[in-house]
């Protein structure tokens, strides 16, 4: 669901007794919209009964291993598998992340570097 949600929350998942829903912040630019939808479909799947707000600026360093799952779960579903091997072999991944509109950390996450 596409909402206002002010400055500081990006979206979260909301779990009901019949309905699972995911909000996400209206404000936000396509990419990072992407992101958070699926860093929050991570948490209605793997953390079902929470309801967990996504409120940091840079969650990519935050400790709590909820949000650690749901950075991974995002950057398995973001990422194709492939995605370094279409890019040239001197390309950082800081460059990719950059031509691909990601946060170099996803990419982190989805190849353990």
Do not use: W
Not at 14 to 37: A, G, T
Not at 62 to 87: R, W
């Amino acid at each position: 669901m596409m909402e206002p949600l002010g400055k500081n929350i990006k979206g979260f998942y909301q779990s009901c007794p019949k309905n699972k829903i995911i909000h996400i912040n209206q404000d936000l630019d396509e990419k990072e919209k992407d992101f958070i939808c699926s860093h929050e479909l991570g948490h209605a799947i793997l953390h079902a009964k929470l309801n967990i707000l996504f409120l940091e600026r840079n969650t990519f360093y935050v400790k709590n291993s909820f949000e650690i799952e749901a950075n991974k779960f995002a950057s398995q579903l973001m990422i194709p598998d492939n995605l370094i091997k279409e890019y040239p072999s001197y390309f950082s991944l800081e460059e990719i992340a950059l031509s691909e509109g990601l946060p170099v950390e996803l990419l982190e996450l989805k190849f353990k570097i």
